[in-house]
């Protein structure tokens, strides 16, 4: 992982991002101290999971599909109601 000193990076910002997609995480720091790291869009979105849809991982669980499947509701009221 690269390191840049925050003014480096604030400097060389499109070189920093163009690191972070071509070379994997690129650590920033200030003082010394590591404060951030800037990853490509693409890790970013594998790192979340948001890579997916709602629907997609619906879809890929274990009970999509499933018939015999029962959900009951429990129909007492959420709260007191005190008039």
Known sequence: MNVWQMQEAK???S???KCAES???QNITLHGQSVAVVVSRSMF????G????LVD???RSPLYG?????LERD???TREILF
């Open 75 to 77: 129909t007492s009221p």
């Open 11 to 13: 400097a060389r910002l």
């Open 23 to 25: 070379e994997g995480p």
């Open 66 to 70: 499933a018939e015999d499947v029962v």
């Open 50 to 53: 948001n890579d997916y849809s």
């Open 57 to 59: 991982f619906m879809r």
């Open 45 to 48: 979105d594998r790192l979340t």
């Open 15 to 17: 070189e920093l991002v």
